[in-house]
């Protein structure tokens, strides 16, 4: 494995003669070689052990845990109730689960969150908004597994510099808080000189496009949206319907409502009362429409560009055995045309 140094410190570079080595916790067997995005208020418990039930790694924002002490009682239930699936002799092995940090300083609870993560062991943290050492350090402490979201190749650079073991590319298309980069460029860009873990997110909702994802280099397909039309996911009827009901085309990227440039379904932007064709820049200051005020997640619904492949309501596990599919008719399809 060869090196580079960047501000002192040694990391890991691509070698093609060297094959691409998992942590333990990213080794499970797995379904189907996806993790399911932490969503804001829409991941809880019920999801996550749905998700890791179907073999796919589940995830959730520690914030989503409200008050913080409910954080404690999640963490215990999610544990419980994977441990018992597997004790079961469930033909599929739950997946690991995964927690989401908000590590920057404006986060009052992250010494809280990640108290807990340490003390239940969580088996992999996912890291946002900011790369910490210190953070990374408490997680490896007890060999915790850290993926860092990025947007661009020079955050994915600084997130490995400050400790985390992989990374999830954030590309064009995807739900929330998306990047601007092609995953195809993206992708190339990290794989040229980083070699370990790495997920994929920007409009994946195919089990083809967790193949793609592979292709390209990524380790794991990352899905976000196509899990909010799901009967577990904490999201309104309408939110859920709204999802279904929309293509590519009705998704609107704009910085208005956080300050920071996302992707937005169409139909609640024109519900909130807005032009969604003829946004301004961001001031979420003045974001006052009406009597009320609009608030992002709960008016203003985030989704990526690959809601078009989600045609109806079902329970997370249906989603799954659907992408499982679609991921292993693609790969036979490879098969008999190479």
């Known amino acids: 494995m060869n090196a580079y140094l960047r501000k002192g410190k040694e990391v890991a570079v691509n070698d093609k003669t060297t094959p691409r080595m998992l942590p333990p916790a990213l080794r499970a067997p797995l379904a189907l070689p996806a993790i399911a995005a932490p969503l804001f208020i829409i991941s809880n418990p019920d999801l996550v052990i749905a998700q890791c039930k179907s073999g796919v790694i589940g995830t959730f924002p520690s914030l989503n845990a409200r008050p913080a002490e409910m954080l404690d009682t999640w963490l215990t239930r999610i544990k419980t109730e994977l441990a018992a699936h597997d004790a079961s002799g469930a033909e599929i092995r739950a997946a690991p689960f995964a927690v989401n940090l908000i590590v920057h300083r404006s986060n009052d609870r992250l010494e809280h969150d990640l108290s807990l993560c340490v003390a239940h062991r969580v088996p992999i943290v996912i890291t946002s908004l900011g790369a910490r050492t210190e953070v990374n350090d408490a997680i490896h402490g007890y060999g915790g597994v850290v993926l860092h979201d990025v947007i661009n190749n020079g955050f994915a650079r600084k997130a490995i510099e400050k400790g985390a073991d992989g990374l999830i590319a954030v590309a064009a298309g995807a739900g929330g808080h998306a990047g601007r980069i092609s995953p195809f460029a993206l992708i190339q860009e990290i794989r040229a000189w980083f070699s370990g873990p790495l997920a994929l997110s920007g409009a994946i909702a195919t089990g083809g496009a967790v193949l793609a994802a592979q292709a390209m280099g990524a380790d794991f397909g990352y899905i976000g949206s196509a899990f909010i039309a799901t009967e577990e996911a904490n999201a309104a009827a309408a939110y859920k319907a709204a999802i279904v009901a929309a293509a590519a085309e009705d998704i609107v990227y704009t910085n208005l409502f956080t300050g920071v440039h996302g992707n937005y379904l169409r139909a609640s932007i024109v ?39 989600v045609r109806e309501v079902v329970p997370a596990a249906m989603l799954i055995a659907r992408l499982r599919g679609e991921y292993q008719a693609a790969r036979a399809r490879l098969c008999t045309t190479s």
Do not use: C, T, Y
């Open 271 to 309: 519900n909130a009362g807005l032009d969604p064709d003829h946004l301004p820049e961001s001031d979420p200051s003045q974001m006052n429409f009406g009597s009320e005020r609009v608030k992002p997640w709960r008016d203003i619904w985030g989704s990526g560009q690959g809601v078009g492949a």
